[in-house]
């Protein structure tokens, strides 16, 4: 069954550096997303992605924050200068419908530690 | 108003219960609806999708009331596998183009043997 995968599962950084986090979505798939989640908090939206382009972004997602799709497979975040409240499970997500209906399949998470 | 309210939970049952959770959303223009399960330290899961005439997964039922912008799940003859964090999500953007989920802050189920 294909999946969503993502690297590294974990990464430690100092407050200040930038970091990637690296998506592989499902390979028919279209619509690409990130999440992330604080520990013992709910889920929250950053963005979502189409056609080379964002699509959607929610207040979460502010400058320090950019999304690329440098090839055709790999679907990166990144956080140019790290602060420890960004400090989360990020999850990945994709979906291949357009219209109602966005079932959405995540991936397993990076969990980013800021030191 | 939060955007997604859930069941605080825990619910604690024993195996073979039956168990419902509740959730209501706030945006009226809510496109669609989902639940997901969530295990400790993992991904959200995609459990169903809830439809406007109610729909039924083997064990699962989910029903949506529109009027009262409210969701709800039915587990069936709970199994230990059951045990997880059940997520409600609400895609709030219109269509066609929506892709803006939210989460409700889920509830925890535990089946005790």
């Known amino acids: 069954e294909p999946e969503v995968t993502q690297t590294p599962s974990h990464q430690v950084t100092q407050m200040g550096q930038e970091v990637i986090l690296r998506c592989v979505p499902i390979?028919?798939?279209?619509?690409f997303y990130w999440y992330r989640q604080i520990l013992g908090q709910k889920v929250e939206f950053l963005v979502s992605f189409y056609n080379n382009e964002i699509s959607e972004k929610s207040e979460i997602f502010d400058d320090q924050f950019s999304v690329e799709r440098p090839d055709g497979s790999n679907f990166t975040l990144k956080i140019r200068s790290t602060k420890l409240e960004d400090s989360a499970m990020y999850f990945c997500a994709s979906s291949r419908l357009a219209g109602s209906s966005y079932e959405q399949y995540f991936g397993p998470g990076t969990r980013l530690t800021v030191t | 108003r939060k955007e997604v309210e859930q069941d605080p939970g825990p619910f604690n049952v024993p195996e073979g219960a039956t168990v419902a959770f509740n959730c209501t959303y706030s945006n009226s223009a809510s496109q669609s609806f989902f639940w997901y399960r969530q295990d400790c330290r993992k991904e959200p899961k995609l459990l169903m999708s809830v439809y406007s005439s109610g729909n039924e997964d083997g064990r699962f039922t989910a029903q949506l009331n529109r009027a009262s912008q409210y969701i709800s799940l039915l587990i069936r003859d709970s199994k230990l596998s059951d045990s997880a964090t059940y997520l409600c999500v609400v895609n709030i953007t219109p269509a066609p183009y929506g892709q803006n989920f939210v989460f409700g802050p889920g509830t925890r189920l535990s089946v005790l043997p």
């Open positions: 390979s028919n798939h279209l619509y």
